[in-house]
């Protein structure tokens, strides 16, 4: 592998403005295919195999006029006056002129008289829904607000309406560069992994337009794309010319430097890379296709900005020439008199590992803690921030009518299967049950072959108690031939899907991950040591977003004005995602250890230079990582404030108590029986090294590189 790495950054340095070229007219071309051709995001919320799907499938049947998606109309009068009913009939009339709307009404007043909900069906569901549909909703209403009331609008339509905003990308850039510069002191330098990142970010981008096309793309799946891709895309860049800059102090060329960086660091970015792929094909197996289609965006950006740092990268290196780093510092060739000081903290380190390996997991334990409390549910207006208009709507739809009456039960009976004239009574069997509030009379379909019941329970969404009534309906209630849907149910189904995938996904990722870096290392027991280290990462942020969260510590800083539950989609996205970008860290700082203890074979001294020569590149990629993903805690979205606050912490996490603590005293307790292989499994295993050693150990330096000393800017 690490021929033809040399030989690809060999051709790229020696050819560098027609490689940049390629990729420019790559990029224009990628941009004006995804804005003619291109698809639109859509979402995908079917849940195949559930009971609430069976109930919606059975819905799009019957009643034609009610299998669309919906939204309801709140209008309130804040004097507390009555609403007119005239008014409220001009309403209506003007909703049901709208296009693609099949139902709208009767509207249904509160007990006082100033509050009245529009039930709105559509046609189609919310991902056939015109572009524009919010605002011929807002048209449509414009009379109530003529009148001075107040009007809020709630269900699928309103909570699908969300507009994109870059503004967590642009904080990350301008961070980004601020951070690169410091470490650097070249802006030159800073530029570099900037600008390959940006270029495969919008190759990416594109891609996933050009996707959209052909599948279904969740619409929020290329925002959390880009956030990923953005962070990573800048890693890898970061770590070749990092290794490109050590290359000019040795004394190389610019053209040899990158060709080397490329033999040397490229082979820890497709690593890398290809733990964060798999970690993402773990997605294919949650059951659902809105995360496959987080999968699918995810992938196509990581394999871009990937690609281009092992081909892009060396060919900006060699462009800049020595102007990557300052002069002073390419001619500084002697080893500095005093240690740096991530090796003298190494050295520290490695006295004690024992102690300091329980130090850390005893923190990591500690934080990760609250997750065993960890209550998830899918976000609902109730979690939203209250400038939102579904959050207003829920508010008043609570207030006025009970906190179940936002997200009612829909039952939906087969009368092909189930006695019309057992309906009645299968309504007061519901009714029965406590927590049911009021149960509608039946709405039988235009062919008289199925009939709804709309179920109002007492508690609102995301208190437990409204899953385990539809648990208990389920199992007690209903006859074969009903089903409960509705998106109260829907969120039922999916919490309970996901719960049993999770684990299905952490089997499947952590299992290839292993064989993937056996195969990379050369070793049973560093493999198996980085898996659970990224495991107990990915449980510290999963604790800390639990106290966030559910338990309140702190979430109104972040605009969260009460405790909610854990959204559903976040654990196993923050898996996916957080497991490869750990083990990102893990490549980078073992490949170099491995690279030391091949060249000295001392297992002290190969952690403590390898520490030393990676410490800045980690500590930088990882710094600008935390502030990209931070910024999006500021989205007003709940569950983009969740994957904020989670990936950043775990990257925060990662880059320093796991990175500067656990990791080296591990590796320092293990010594040589770290790089331990069978002979058997030796001989099994395909082999991505190039030749071996006298000692038969694999070497992984190009035969053409110098041994390289450790660099205290590493």
């Given amino acids: 592998m690490n021929r033809t790495l040399h030989r690809i950054g060999a051709i790229c340095a020696a050819r560098p403005w027609l490689t940049l070229s390629a990729w420019v007219a790559t990029l224009v071309l990628a941009l004006g295919l995804a804005a003619t051709v291109g698809g639109t995001p859509r979402d995908d919320y079917d849940v195949p195999g559930t009971s609430s799907q069976a109930g919606t499938d059975l819905l799009r049947e019957r009643f034609p006029a009610l299998s669309g998606t919906e939204a309801r109309v709140v209008v309130h009068d804040p004097d507390g006056g009555q609403l007119d009913p005239a008014l409220l009939d001009r309403v209506i009339g003007e909703l049901r002129g709208v296009h693609q709307v099949g139902v709208a009404g009767p509207a249904q007043p509160s007990t006082d008289g100033d ?8 046609t189609v569901p919310v991902t056939d829904l015109d572009d524009d549909a919010m605002d011929q909703l807002r048209a449509a209403t414009g009379p109530a607000r003529d009148a001075g009331l107040q009007v809020e609008y709630a269900g699928q339509v309103p909570e699908g309406d969300k507009s994109t905003s870059h503004t967590g990308e642009l904080i990350g850039v301008l961070v980004a560069l601020v951070i690169l510069i410091i470490a650097f002191g070249s802006v030159v330098a800073a530029g570099l992994p900037i600008i390959a990142a940006l270029i495969g970010l919008g190759i990416g981008s594109s891609g996933i337009l050009l996707l959209a096309a052909l599948t279904d793309i969740g619409t929020t799946a290329p925002q959390a794309a880009a956030m990923v891709g953005l962070g990573v895309g800048i890693d890898y860049a970061l770590l070749l010319v990092t290794r490109h800059v050590e290359g000019l102090r040795a004394g190389l060329t610019p053209r040899a430097a990158a060709a080397r960086a490329t033999a040397t660091a490229g082979r820890s970015i497709l690593v890398a890379g290809a733990v964060v792929l798999l970690s993402l094909f773990g997605l294919v197996f949650s059951g659902l296709a809105a995360y496959r289609t987080y999968g699918y965006a995810t992938a196509i950006v990581v394999a871009t ?51 300091w390996a329980l130090l850390a997991l005893a923190v990591l334990l500690l934080l990760g803690a609250p997750a065993l409390t960890m209550r998830t549910w899918p976000q609902d207006a109730g979690s939203q921030p209250t400038e939102n208009t579904v959050r207003r709507a829920y508010d008043l739809i609570a207030a006025e009518f009970g906190p179940g009456a936002y ?113 990379m290392f050369r070793s049973v027991l560093v493999p198996i040591k980085a898996a659970l280290v990224n495991l107990l990462s990915v449980a510290a942020a999963y604790g800390v977003l639990t106290a966030v969260f559910q338990w309140g510590w702190g979430s109104q800083l972040l605009g969260v004005d009460h405790p909610v539950p854990v959204s559903t989609w976040v654990p196993l996205l923050l898996f996916a995602v957080l497991f490869g970008l750990s083990m990102d860290y893990e490549v980078f700082l073992l490949s170099r250890v491995r690279e030391e203890w091949l060249a000295t074979g001392d297992p002290f001294q190969s952690v403590v230079r390898g520490l ?103």
């Fill in 115 to 122: 509050t009245a909900i529009i039930d709105v069906r559509y």
């Fill in 305 to 355: 900005v990937m690609l281009a740092a092992i081909t892009l990268v060396p060919a900006l290196c060699t462009i800049a020439g020595r102007r990557i780093v300052r002069r002073r510092r390419i001619e500084e060739t002697a080893e500095p008199q005093r240690p740096p000081m991530t090796a003298r903290w190494a050295a520290r380190v490695g006295r004690r590992p024992a102690g």
């Fill in 407 to 519: 997200a009612p039960l829909v039952v939906a009976v087969d009368l092909t299967e189930v006695s019309q004239d057992s309906v009645p009574a299968l309504r007061d069997q519901i009714s029965a049950v406590p927590g049911v509030a009021t149960v509608s009379k039946a709405l039988l379909s235009p062919d008289a072959t199925a009939a709804v019941l709309s179920v109002q329970l007492e508690y609102s969404p995301q208190d437990a108690r409204s899953g385990e009534l539809v648990d208990q309906l389920r199992a007690d209630v209903l006859p074969a031939g009903a089903e409960i849907t509705g998106v109260t149910a829907v969120f039922v189904d999916i919490a309970d899907l996901l719960a049993e995938r999770l684990w299905l996904v952490v089997g499947v990722v952590v299992g290839l991950s292993l064989i993937l870096l056996t195969v």
């Fill in 612 to 714: 030393a020569a990676t410490a800045r590149t980690i500590t930088a990629a990882a710094l600008i990582m935390v502030v990209v993903f931070a910024g999006f805690m500021t989205n007003a979205d709940i569950v983009t404030k969740m994957i904020g606050v989670g990936l950043a912490t775990a990257v925060a996490l990662d880059a320093t108590i796991v990175r500067l603590v656990l990791v080296p005293a591990t590796m320092m307790l293990f010594g040589r029986a770290n790089w331990w292989l069978p002979g058997w499994l030796d001989r099994l295993l395909p082999n991505l090294e190039r030749r071996r050693a006298r000692s038969g150990a694999p070497v992984d330096k190009d035969e053409t590189d110098r041994p390289m000393e450790p660099v205290s800017a590493g």
